[in-house]
């Protein structure tokens, strides 16, 4: 059964994901909400990017020991 939602849109054809079932997404953008609330300045963006580089190679290097690394 198709379910037309908006005209020629299907609901066969809909994807909806959660972009946080990623340890990295989860774990490494947490910093926007700091950002937002004016913690977070320009300033911090560099160690900000030197840590999410170690967690994403944590997580290249070993999926299961990565959580250490990426909190």
């Known amino acids: 059964m198709r379910m037309q939602l908006w ?6 054809s809909l994807i909806i994901g959660n972009p946080y079932m990623s340890p990295v ?7 926007r909400l700091g950002k937002a609330l004016t913690v977070v300045d ?3 963006m560099d160690q900000i990017a030197a840590l999410k580089r170690r967690c994403e190679t944590a997580v290249s290097a070993n999926v299961s020991t990565a959580g250490d690394m990426c909190t």
């Open 25 to 31: 997404n989860q774990r490494t953008t947490t910093y």
């Open 7 to 12: 005209g020629k849109m299907s609901l066969s």
């Open 42 to 44: 320009d300033y911090n």
